[in-house]
């Protein structure tokens, strides 16, 4: 049960150069997120999609746009990176139970720019 | 408006416990969750609190909510150095929204 499925694993970018981050989830999850990771800054919610055929901006949603391809995938792409860019992403998926949704992380793609 | 705030370290001894400590902003989350991330690695979940509960055991994590407070809580017994992580506390979404909010995550690490 492979879970989350994110590629690439490392990118190194220049500034303007463009890329597609991808993300995969066999849990058959409606809701599907990407997020940036700071340091000293936690989570912080790029875009969403809470079922197929939906997207949602998050809190840091400029410089980036998604696709919600089907129910399993959820890609996030970068038209023209720049160095406030490099993070760690991560897309996660989740669940409904009740009032408890609990996220699935992937593995996360380390993004430089330079 | 929301916010979740964590130390960002804490260290201990290998068989002590840890206490990681956790303050929120919005009282009507519904559940209060722990994530716990390893180096390289995406966050799991470790555990998670009902709002209406002021404890919960799981073998050797205790997580403790004082709502009056708005204080969250993990406890680990007999920690172990694959213990050393970044530990993440979040609330559920606010109603209608899928935004959960995660504190800045506090690094734990375990001295041999």
């Known amino acids: 049960n492979a879970g989350v499925t994110q590629t690439p694993k490392f990118q190194v970018l220049k500034t303007g150069q463009s890329m597609t981050l991808q993300c995969a989830q066999d849990m058959n999850h409606n809701s599907m997120y990407w997020y940036r990771q700071d340091p000293g800054m936690g989570l912080r919610l790029i875009y969403y999609s809470a079922s197929e055929g939906t997207t949602d901006k998050g809190e840091v949603p400029n410089g980036y746009n998604v696709s919600r391809l089907n129910k399993r995938e959820f890609s996030l792409r970068l038209e023209s990176a720049a160095p406030s860019q490099t993070s760690v992403y991560f897309c996660?998926?989740?669940?409904?139970?009740?009032?408890?949704?609990?996220?699935?992380f992937g593995s996360g793609t380390q993004l430089s720019v330079l | 408006g929301e916010d979740v705030e964590q130390s960002l370290f804490l260290s201990v001894r290998e068989g002590d416990s840890s206490v990681i400590n956790c303050t929120y902003t919005?009282?009507?989350?519904?559940?209060l969750y722990w994530y716990k991330q390893e180096p390289g690695a995406g966050l799991q979940l470790l555990t998670y609190i009902f709002s209406n509960m002021d404890m919960k055991q799981d073998q050797r994590l205790t997580v403790l909510l004082n709502k009056k407070d708005k204080h969250l809580s993990l406890r680990i017994a007999d920690t172990q150095t694959g213990d050393s992580a970044i530990y993440f506390c979040a609330e559920s979404p606010p109603s209608g929204t899928y935004k959960y909010i995660f504190g800045t995550g506090t690094r734990l690490k375990v001295l041999a």
């Open positions: 919005d009282s009507s989350s519904t559940y």
């Open positions: 996660a998926s989740s669940e409904f139970r009740g009032l408890s949704e609990k996220l699935f």
